[in-house]
């Protein structure tokens, strides 16, 4: 997200920066009068300061669409991941179970099989 971020920045700024460097170099370089002049660098000045804040309304709402976005993809992931450390806990409870299981009937057939082997052996 924040490399986007930047590059709109970048981008708004150097939108603004040539607007205004373009509007300057020509009201210059026009044969004009002085008064002629400050109108026209007064007019461009207000219809860049427009632009600029169109575009800068664009650029936020641009922005709060994709916080918006990554905000619904990050619980989503997170609701996956919750899920997942569940299924895992629960196979992990029930693998520790059988084995515990298994280990408690092992214990219970060592007793006989012990009486068995000495019985062989006293043969």
């Given at each position: 997200m ?5 590059r ?8 603004i920066v040539?607007?205004v ?23 461009k ?5 427009e ?7 664009t650029?936020?709402?641009k ?15 997170v ?8 299924t ?6 029930t ?12 214990e219970?057939?060592?007793?006989a ?6 019985r062989r052996?006293l043969?």
């Amino acid at each position: 997200m924040s490399d986007h971020s930047g590059r709109s920045k970048d981008f708004l700024l150097g939108a603004i920066v040539g607007s205004v460097l373009g509007a300057v170099t020509a009201l210059l370089l026009a044969p004009k009068s002085g008064k002629e002049l400050r109108a026209d660098i007064s007019e461009k000045a207000h219809t860049i300061s427009e632009k600029t804040q169109e575009l800068a309304g664009t650029v936020g709402a641009k922005t709060q669409e994709l916080a918006k976005n990554v905000s619904v993809h990050t619980d989503e992931w997170v609701q996956k991941a919750k899920e997942v450390v569940d299924t895992v806990s629960e196979e992990v409870k029930t693998w520790k179970e059988s084995r515990k299981e298994v280990a408690i009937s092992e214990e219970e057939m060592m007793p006989a099989d012990a009486e068995v082997l000495s019985r062989r052996q006293l043969r």
